[in-house]
Structures are given as structure tokens and as C-alpha cells.
């Protein structure tokens, strides 16, 4: 794994000093170079930072450049909160590669390497294989992305230790919260502490004055939560539940590409449920992108079973080959976890690999979730758990006319052209669809 951190002008706790003592300062702002030369500024720092007083540490940014960590820990780590912005490779547009997969340390490197070829392999395959399919399924203008749409399919196959690039930007204190975590995760936890490793040599090259809050970060005990899912369990995929039904008018601050929602809050806020939801892990993957719906994910070991997603265009095409694969990478894993570990095999697991989440929803973000899903260029599967979710808050007597995919939000509001996607039009023009009517093959 490499990381590097993009530098500017200014260093962390020069902000973070300046901006505290402009706090207590009337007479003008304290700017960094001012902190910088204050001969108490270090004392003032460590004193505000133990007071937990952290919003001085959350001005300072650092964008990450990483290459070669492994899509299970940016699921775990990276991505499981809300204080992150990310830019990851696509796995659905970008053809993967056999040689980037991550192996534990104290793995078999043959063993992992000829699992790996093997799983790849069954990729490839798929991808061959599902091309002309995808393409007698798309409309004409784009039957020139069926390799996408094929990939799209194919990639349930590729373990979660596929590794991954990516442009991550955090604050200091999340950074700090790294740091301090990392000996406490539940799975890939080698591969998490040589990342926060790399990450304190980097922040150190930046400003040398934040050793004192790395030490302490690495010293205080954090607790991974241990989750009763048998509490919420159900049959179904996707149950929602706690229902606060508060009804709000849609404008056309929800329409618009800038999402003036976000900055005007109505009484959308006011309204909201939560989830119980079984889903693979490349869907939570994506799910996890909507970081103002967050949910809780236990430790995988605390809910495993053998139990995976299984694409629709796959079961009525390929159904034996794609049960064969799947069978081969948990026998696969299932010998590692004796070996390894749980925490160290799971890297093991494939794309389609199920879990069980409990998503926590409020209608102002529900409805921007609604616009980027019910699209019908969204991942299928996650399309389908937010079409579920919907038909059950109308079964339960919500007003769900603000739920629409982008296109029948424009259209709603009058604004043209009623599909923002341009070229990447779908085909179909969905607006015109009664929500009951919204159906997929891919």
C-alpha cells in the first residue's frame, strides 16, 4: 500500500490555533502566521484537544492519494462513517486486474495466489459471457457499454480483496479517529494498522506539532460495539420500521443540480425510519457513498453465514457456473479461516457475500437517496432495496410522491431536460411511470 498526502500552504494546528484564539479575539481574526509565531500555542492545543474541544481540528483537511488498500478495509474503515469524501475506481466501469489483490501477511502467498487467479478467472469468464447478452438487453445508442454492464454483473465474483485507488479527504480528527481505531477492527486489522502507520509518517512530514495528539490517539482504548441483529432479523431482504410519518411539500430546491435542500432544510428533516437489510457487500459498499444515511455494521464474524446475492441476469443465464464459483470461494475461505482467523480470511469473500445492516433514514436525505437509486442506471441490487423501502413506507400510510428518481423529480418541477444524465440517458423515460410500474431487467 503507498499513500501520500497533497500538500498546502499551512499547517494543521497553525488553523487550528489561529481559529480558537479568534474565538476569544475582538479586535481582529488571529491568522496562522499569527498562531504559528504565539509562543503558547502548543499548550493552548494540547489543552483544547483533551477538553474535547475538536471543532478548531475540523478546518484542516488532508486529501489522501492511496493506492493498494484492499476494498474491505475501505468498506470497515474509510467509508463506515459520515466524515469522508472519496473518489474510488469503479469496478463497475473499470476492468479489474489479476495482479491487484491484497494477501494477509501471514498467508500462504501460493495458496492466495492461485485462489485469486482462480476467482479471476471466473471473472473473466463472466465478462466474456454476459457481453452479448447486456447487449441484446440495451437499447441501441447504448449497446457500446454492454462491457460495462457485463463487468457490472462479473464483479459479484472478485473477493473483497481486491485492492483499490482512491482520492480520500478527511479532517484532522478524523484522521486522529484512524489512528486510534485501527487496533480495534474487527477484520483486516494488519492491513488497517499498516495504513494508519503510513498515515502518521505522512501527517508528521506536514506539521511535526501534531505528534502529541497522534500519541494520544494511539494510547486511548476504543471498543468495536457488539450488535444483537437477532433483535431485528426478519424474512424479508428489507423491513422498515419506527416510522415517523411527517408529510412536506417537494420544491424545486430538490430538483436542482446544487441541491439547495441540503442548505434550506424544511420539514422533510422531520420525518423518517429505519431499515433492517440483508444485502451483498459490493451493494453496501455503494450504499455506504450516502453518508447522511448511516447504518450500523456489525462485526462480519458476529453474522456470518453462506449466504449470497445472486443477480437476476445471472440466474437466468448462468446460474451453475455462478453457484460453482461462489461454492469454490467459501470453501476457499472456510479453509482460511482455520488457518488465519476470521478477521484475516474475510478477504476471501466474494463481492456477493450477504450481511445484514440497520440503516437509519430521515426524509431530506431520503429523497436525495431516492433520486440517485430508483435511477435506472443505479447498481440493480440497490435499486431494488430502495424500491422495497418505498413500497413499504407507502403500505404503512407515508406519502411517498417525493420518492422519484431524478428524471420524475425534474419533471415534477417543470425543469428541463428532465434526465440529467445526457448521454447516459437510460432509454426509458420513466417519468411517465406510475412507481408501481418501475421495472428493470438490468
Known sequence: MNIKILETNYKPTD??????RSCYFGKNIVTPESASNWDKKNSLLDSIFK???????QHYHFTILIEGMSRHLIWRLLHSHMFYNSEQVSQRYA???IENFYIPQKA????WNQYYQTMFGYYEKFCEVLEPIMKEKLPKFQKHIANKKAQEMARYLLPVGMKAHLYHTINVITALRYINVASFLPEAREEGLEFVNQLEKEILKIDKDLKPLIDFAKKEKAVFPKIDMEKFRCEEDVKVFDIVNYDFEMNENYAGILRASNIFLDESLLGGFNSYIKLSLSADAQNQRHRRSPAIRPALKDIYKKDYYIPPIIKENLLDEYIEAIEYSYKFFEEQKEVLGFGEAVYALTNAHNIEIIEKDDFNEFTHKAQMRLCYNAQQEIFDIVYKQIKQLKENGVNVDNFLPPCAVRFKQGLKPYCPEGDR??????WKLEFEDYTREI
Open 108 to 111: 500462504n502467498k501460493d495458496k
Open 95 to 97: 476492468k479489474m486486474k
Open 425 to 430: 440517458f437510460c432509454g426509458v423515460k420513466v
Open 51 to 57: 477538553a474535547g474541544h475538536h471543532t478548531t481540528l
Open 15 to 20: 488553523i487550528a490555533v489561529g481559529s480558537a
